[in-house]
């Protein structure tokens, strides 16, 4: 019985993943991340290059994550909510926020030190097959407590992404640009692929159905 | 009667029937749910849906919003204070049951 009640209270959580939009906005991205890395290898490694990479990796990583998730949040409205129905997640209380943010401050440092340890102690050719452990590692556990079998997928193409990219042994940054690119776009046909069947296997739910409601 | 039996009669009778419990437990989840989503979620059909419902709603468990999107009729659900205590006490009676069956 605690087995089935656990499952029904993962429904919400899994609800989030149904259509496939999240992966779409994350692979993107992702995927954007990838190309600005190998576009900057293009640019003549002058005082320019510096600052275009420093900018650009913070829009990148702090603005395009904010837009997709109000993008995707917009599509959800328009596809998702009408077909399956709509929920609003609960706000996470102040201690709750406080944690993720201190758990967001740890993860950042931890990234950074082992960057730094990856650079001066080894080779940063390694770097992806690290990014590519961690990450795979943190989609495993998402996949595991929400239980999503095509997480399990994403988890290992994660890996291999990184141990590939790793191998070929690039210079950078064209290592992160194929690294990411290549992330970035397993990704999205994961989402296209998980939208497509979403789409073919739902339709938006007749208007009447509010007849049948109480109240 | 014996204290194993006495604490299957405790139990919360409205809570204790599956789809109402499946409803109150993909509530207290959430802040708010539309009838759309209980209604994939369940398996249920309308009428039973808000049969159910309803009678949660009777009880005091669930708050029941009617609204537009745009032009478009919207029935939201959500948990009551009540109905969250509810819910706990029954987890909480339900295992202690089957940790003493266990034991």
């Known amino acids: ?35 600005f890395f190998a576009i900057s290898g293009l640019i003549k490694d002058d005082g320019f290059r510096g600052a275009f990479t420093t900018i650009g990796q913070i829009i ?25 129905g709509y929920i609003a997640y609960r706000r996470q209380g102040l201690g709750q926020r406080i944690r993720a943010i201190l758990l967001t401050i740890g993860v950042a440092a931890a990234i950074g030190v082992v960057v730094y340890l990856i650079e001066n102690w ?9 990014i590519g452990l961690s990450a795979g590692l943190l989609i495993l556990i998402i996949a595991f407590r929400v239980g999503l079998p095509r997480y399990y997928l994403l988890a290992g193409y994660t890996l291999a992404i990184g141990v590939i990219t790793g191998l070929l042994s690039l210079a950078e940054p064209y290592n992160s640009g194929v690294f990411f690119s290549g992330l970035g776009v397993g990704w999205l046909v994961s989402g296209a ?23 | 009667m ?14 204790h029937e599956p789809a109402r419990l499946m409803i109150v437990t993909l509530l207290a989840v959430v ?17 039973n849906l ?4 309803s009678k949660l709603e009777a009880a005091g468990y669930v708050e029941i919003n009617k609204s537009y999107r745009g032009k478009i009729p919207i029935t939201l659900l ?22 003493r069956i266990s034991d």
């Open chain 2, 50 to 53: 808000s049969a159910h419902l």
């Open chain 1, 122 to 130: 080894m080779n940063l050719r390694w770097l992806p097959v690290v």
């Open chain 1, 193 to 215: 692929v998980t939208l497509v069947r979403y789409l073919r296997s739902t339709t938006p739910a007749d208007q009447s159905l509010d007849a049948g409601r109480p109240g």
């Open chain 2, 31 to 47: 802040a708010e749910a539309d009838f759309l989503f209980l209604l994939n979620q369940t398996g249920l059909t309308k009428g």
């Open chain 1, 1 to 35: 019985m605690e087995d089935h009640l656990q499952d029904w209270a993962n429904r919400p959580q899994r609800y989030w993943y149904v259509d496939g939009l999240v992966e779409i906005g994350a692979g993107a991205v992702i995927l954007i991340l990838g190309l």
């Open chain 2, 78 to 99: 959500s948990l009551t204070p009540t109905g969250m205590d509810a819910f706990n006490t029954y987890r909480k009676q339900l295992r202690g049951i089957i940790a």
């Open chain 1, 60 to 84: 990148i990583v702090i603005g395009l994550p904010i837009l997709a998730r109000v993008i995707v949040a917009r599509l959800k409205e328009r596809i998702t909510y009408p077909r399956t």
């Open chain 2, 2 to 15: 014996s204290s194993d039996l006495r604490s299957f009669t405790e139990v919360d009778r409205l809570l």
